[in-house]
Each structure stands twice: as structure tokens, then as C-alpha cells.
């Protein structure tokens, strides 16, 4: 199982603690050291469409418009912590956030 978010993120940590807790073996991959792999970010953009990108966070916020208007593809390749984390890939399927659902799906 691969967690995809940053090292420094308390809700990813949280998700790594928390399924390898459960018994997963669970990987952080960060993504500004290792990057998003291409057909992973497709996947997850088709999957989540517009809800892969964080408009709350603060490297959003930082954007000027351009960049916010800029295709998915290449702001996430530019700024990879505007993705919303984690992004956890388990079993073929893919989860986003750590919120209730997540949990339920991943952690019974």
C-alpha cells in the first residue's frame, strides 16, 4: 500500500500510523522528493477530477491566477503540494483524504 503526500503533513503521517496500525504495510512516498508518477496522476485525476487539486492549502493560495488557471497535469507537476493528500493506493483502487470514508474502507 503507498501513501502519496509529504513527509511533513500531520494527516498523512496520521494515515501511515494509523494503517500500519491495522496491519497494512503502508509506504509514504513524498511527493516533492519522489513526484507523482504519470499514469497514477491520470488515473487519479480521471477518478477525483477536480477534487485531486487543494484549494485551501497554502501553496493555492500562494498561486497567482495564471498558475491556478494552469492545466491539472502541469500544476501538479510544478507545485506537487497542491494535490490534496494523501492520496492512498490499495488493492488497485485508489482513496483521497483521510476523512470517515477512507477510514471505513481501509481500516474496517
Avoid at 30 to 39: H, I, K, S, V, Y
Amino acid at each position: 500500500m503507498q501513501v502519496f503526500g509529504l513527509k511533513n503533513c500531520d494527516t498523512c503521517r496520521a494515515a501511515v500510523r494509523d494503517l500500519v496500525a491495522a496491519g497494512h504495510a503502508a509506504v509514504l512516498v513524498d511527493l516533492r522528493e519522489a513526484g507523482l508518477p504519470d499514469a497514477l496522476r491520470d488515473q487519479a485525476l480521471a477518478q477525483f477530477e477536480d477534487a485531486l487539486i487543494n484549494r485551501r492549502s497554502t501553496t493555492w493560495r500562494g498561486l497567482d491566477t495564471a498558475a491556478q488557471a494552469a492545466d491539472p497535469v502541469a500544476l501538479l507537476a510544478a507545485y506537487p503540494s497542491v494535490m490534496k493528500r494523501p492520496l492512498i493506493v490499495a488493492g488497485g483502487k485508489l482513496y483521497l483524504g483521510w476523512d470517515k470514508a477512507t477510514k471505513a474502507a481501509l481500516l474496517g
